[in-house]
């Protein structure tokens, strides 16, 4: 009984580990296919750019609406459903002509499916399942989502190089969605209690929730109250830095910038995939430490690196693999989406149960800087003639953001949080 009681939750971390793997990769397709959609269509760099960024909207905008109606239909459905519309929105592009089919393809439908299986998707989990280790899964399941979307890209790039080109990556990608489908449906569960034991770490059996009735109502409400606090918007604000810089300009960006100075397109994405591998690290890492040190510092820390990090991209850029690059690399990969655990354990701290849907629309901060950045960043390389101007504004913003995290003051701590934090240091 004891080990049924710890294998269960790692096994439901795992499950939503492979989802957000794969989702994310699927959602990250485009990122390695701008230069064949250009040589085939002729769209500008903004044109691709601004369906990306109608991507990384709805897939932060989804979060919390995806968060309220996984406390009303279930976790299982609402991932079924979102991996069914990934595939959808993958396999109907190759029969696109037109740039605005590209919106709707990629831009919608895959946005609204990767954004139902996002980092909202991680606070449920994490909540639901876990009272010892939160920061670990989370940091884990993050990693997922962030690794998975540039391990991806160089599988990409290289079928996009195949006989059927660009089209053979999306029909790949359509396919494997499908398949998760099944996977998902018949292995997870929805709460501890239906397989009849406590969330990891606690002792009782904690009855599952009845379902809401207003999904929508409940996003929205949780919204309206996170909004009174201050803590909500200083992380809101800085969590739309931290996807403006990564999301928005290093997934999107990097390729078509290293392919700028004759780096080829395969090449430059192997780096963003060995950024995925050093994330993973990274990530973990950085729930590991949200469980011990203090989350404020720990954001102040990831953002002021990630900015000086930024700041001297611009002069790495080179047409073969250096050194310099490789160091930029994996410093980047280990700082990536570190940000998420300490975010995650403030949104617990303040918004207590609420985490999982407050969270949620911080993350829409997220995707809505991302989406920002991935049409400015394009915009500049128009208008410019180089990604320059973007990586140095994207370097400044992050020295603002380290600033906003010492700024987030501590929640007042009562007993009943002492008495909650007690089990997870046994």
């Keep these: 009984m004891i080990r049924q009681k710890q294998l269960w939750p790692w096994m439901i971390a795992a499950i939503g580990f492979v989802a957000l793997v794969a989702a994310a990769g699927f959602r990250a397709t485009p990122g390695a296919l701008v230069e064949p959609l250009q040589n085939e269509f002729g769209w ?16 932060g905008v989804t979060a919390p609406f995806a968060s309220a109606l996984m406390e009303r239909y279930g976790v299982r459905k ?10 959808l929105g993958s396999g109907l592009a190759i029969f696109m002509t037109a740039s605005w089919q590209l919106v709707m393809l990629w831009g919608v439908l895959v946005g609204l499916g990767a954004g139902s299986i996002s980092l909202g998707f991680v606070a449920t989990i994490g909540t639901r399942w876990f009272v010892k280790r939160q920061g670990l899964v989370t940091g884990l399941l993050t990693a997922g989502g962030a690794t998975g979307s540039l391990i991806f890209l160089p599988v990409v790039a290289k079928l996009s190089e195949s006989d059927g080109g660009w089209r053979t990556a999306a029909i790949v990608t359509s396919l494997v969605a499908f398949a998760t489908v099944p996977f998902v449906l018949l292995f997870f569960r929805e709460h501890p209690a239906d397989v009849g034991i406590p969330p990891y770490g606690a002792d009782e059996v904690v009855p599952a929730p009845e379902p809401t009735r207003n999904a929508g109502r409940l996003a929205v ?16 604000a800085a969590f739309a830095i931290c996807g403006a810089t990564s999301n928005g300009l290093i997934n999107t960006h990097f390729i078509p910038a290293a392919h700028d100075h004759g780096m080829p397109s395969v090449t430059a994405a192997g780096l963003l995939a060995l950024i995925g591998v050093f994330d993973l690290v990274g990530t973990v890492v950085s729930g590991w430490l949200s469980d011990r040190y203090d989350p404020r510092k720990l954001l102040a820390v990831y953002y002021g690196l990630r900015g000086l990090s930024l700041l001297v991209l611009p002069q790495l850029f080179d047409d073969k693999v250096t050194g310099f690059m490789l160091i930029f690399v994996i410093f980047f990969g280990l700082d990536f989406i570190a940000t998420v655990p300490p975010t995650v354990a403030l949104c617990r701290e303040h918004f207590g149960m609420s985490a999982p849907i407050v969270f949620g629309w911080v993350f829409a901060a997220h995707q809505l800087g991302a989406a920002f950045a991935a049409t400015m960043a394009g915009v500049t390389r128009d208008g410019f003639g180089t990604y320059a101007p973007a990586w140095y504004a994207a370097g400044a913003l992050c020295m603002g953001a380290a600033a906003l995290s010492l700024w987030t003051r501590r929640r007042p701590e009562t007993v009943e949080d002492t008495l909650i934090k007690e089990p997870a240091r046994a």
Excluded at 46 to 57: D, E, K, Q
Excluded at 221 to 236: G, I, N, Q, T, Y
Aim: glycine fraction near 4%; charge should be positive.
């Design 44 to 59: 500008s760099t903004g044109t691709i750019g601004f369906a990306m960024s109608v991507n990384l909207a709805l897939y």
């Design 78 to 87: 609402v991932t079924a459903v979102a991996m069914t519309l990934i595939a």
């Design 221 to 236: 409400d949780a919204l309206k109250s996170a909004s009174h606090s201050k803590a909500f918007w200083v992380l809101a």
